[in-house]
């Protein structure tokens, strides 16, 4: 069996959905994760590229994939949409994120810090307030 090289990663509240390719592309995982169970079965999974669609909770997961060894990566929701094949659902978007990842030219979006994550409100005066987001 080929070892897994890119696993798309769509991300959600209770139940996550990873598809994986090895280095040729053809798919070799398809397994839906309950969210208790992400973390585990990634650290038992040898390192290699992760790929999720951008958004807030994907910086979060981003970076406790890190600390397991994992390369992750996080694209824009548009780049990844023109690749959706079939009918919008969960496995169908990790699908088109694993082959939206494999595009040599695909836009990046940086996975941010716990840190960098602050909002900034600035008045007309030029006086600004910043909140961190949790």
Same mark, same amino acid.
């Given at each position: 069996?080929?070892?897994?090289?890119?696993?798309?990663?769509?991300?959600?509240?209770?139940?996550? @959905?990873?598809?994986?390719?090895?280095?040729?592309?053809?798919?070799? #995982?398809? &397994? &839906?994760?309950?969210?208790?169970?992400?973390?585990?079965?990634?650290?038992?999974?040898?390192?290699?590229?992760?790929?999720?669609?951008?958004?807030?909770?994907?910086?979060? !997961?981003?970076?406790? #994939?890190? &600390?397991?060894?994992?390369?992750?990566?996080?694209?824009?929701?548009?780049?990844?949409?023109?690749?959706? +094949?079939? @009918?919008?659902?969960?496995?169908?978007?990790?699908?088109?994120?694993?082959?939206?990842? @494999?595009?040599?030219?695909?836009? #990046?979006?940086?996975? +941010?810090?716990?840190?960098?994550? @602050?909002?900034? !409100?600035?008045?007309?005066?030029?006086?600004? !307030?910043?909140?961190?987001? #949790?």
């Amino acid at each position: 069996m080929s070892e897994v090289s890119i696993i798309g990663l769509d991300i959600a509240k209770h139940v996550f @959905q990873a598809h994986g390719v090895d280095a040729s592309g053809h798919a070799i #995982l398809r &397994k &839906k994760i309950a969210r208790s169970k992400l973390l585990p079965f990634f650290a038992a999974h040898p390192p290699c590229l992760v790929v999720l669609e951008a958004c807030g909770g994907a910086h979060h !997961w981003a970076r406790e #994939l890190l &600390k397991l060894g994992h390369d992750v990566r996080l694209i824009a929701p548009a780049y990844v949409k023109p690749f959706v +094949k079939r @009918q919008k659902n969960d496995g169908a978007n990790a699908e088109a994120i694993c082959e939206a990842a @494999q595009r040599p030219s695909m836009r #990046l979006v940086p996975v +941010k810090t716990r840190n960098s994550r @602050q909002r900034r !409100w600035c008045s007309g005066g030029g006086i600004c !307030w910043f909140a961190s987001a #949790l």
